[in-house]
Every structure is written in structure tokens, then in C-alpha cells.
Nanobody
Framework: QVRLMESGGGLVQAGGSLRVSCAAS????????MGWYRQAPGKRRELVAT???????NYADSVKGRFTISRDNAKNTVYLQMNSLKPEDTALYYC????????????????WGQGTQVTVSS
């Protein structure tokens, strides 16, 4: 019933910017933490940034000062603004959310999107 859909990935030159989005849809009760993760070829999936419903954020050291995570609770959407992009930022970016569904309002579950590709050229 619940689905996370990422969008906004693409090819950008080093030093450029991109904004990726993730919209949650379905029989959603409440969404707590939302976040972005990424996975580059040959590497493990890693945390990029998270944000609580109240707006508290957490960032990986590698993106601090360059990336900004935000959310629109009315739209069940989380965003990641990526500035000063580097070739090492190239990865498949995944959306993640911790939420409840209407039919089970006291059970928290974790969901993943299918990913959106971000490629940074030098």
C-alpha cells in the first residue's frame, strides 16, 4: 500500500547543483524520520542525511555544508538540495522513511524507494 518514489536525479558537472525529491503515497498514518542514503558502485549503502518530522537534521561528514535536507509534511515529501557537487558524490540515491499505516497506527515500519541516479562529471 505504501510507496516511496524518488525523482530529480541526473548528470551534472562538478561544482554544480541538483535537487532530488521523494514523495510517499498510500495508506499512511504518520511519518517520523525521513532520510536519504546513497550507494556507489562497489561500495556499501551509506547514510547521507536524515530529518525528523519536527525538522531536526543529521548529515554525513562528507556532505556537511554542501547538502541540505528538508521536508513538506503536508505533501509527505522529503528533498535533498545538493550543492558544490563532487565526482565522489556519484551514486544511486535512495529515499527512506519510518512510518505507520492507517490500518496499524501503533506499528512503525521502514520503507525504501527504488533510487534515483546522480552522476557528477569532472
Amino acid at each position: 500500500q505504501v510507496r516511496l518514489m524518488e525523482s530529480g536525479g541526473g548528470l551534472v558537472q562538478a561544482g554544480g547543483s541538483l535537487r532530488v525529491s521523494c514523495a510517499a503515497s498510500g495508506s499512511i498514518g504518520s511519518i517520523n524520520i525521513m532520510g536519504w542514503y546513497r550507494q556507489a558502485p562497489g561500495k556499501r549503502r551509506e547514510l547521507v542525511a536524515t530529518i525528523t518530522r519536527g525538522g531536526f537534521t543529521n548529515y554525513a561528514d562528507s556532505v556537511k555544508g554542501r547538502f541540505t535536507i528538508s521536508r513538506d509534511n503536508a505533501k509527505n515529501t522529503v528533498y535533498l538540495q545538493m550543492n558544490s557537487l563532487k565526482p565522489e558524490d556519484t551514486a544511486l540515491y535512495y529515499c527512506n522513511a519510518d512510518l505507520t499505516v492507517i490500518t496499524s497506527p501503533f506499528t512503525w515500519k521502514n520503507y525504501w524507494g527504488q533510487g534515483t541516479q546522480v552522476t557528477v562529471s569532472s
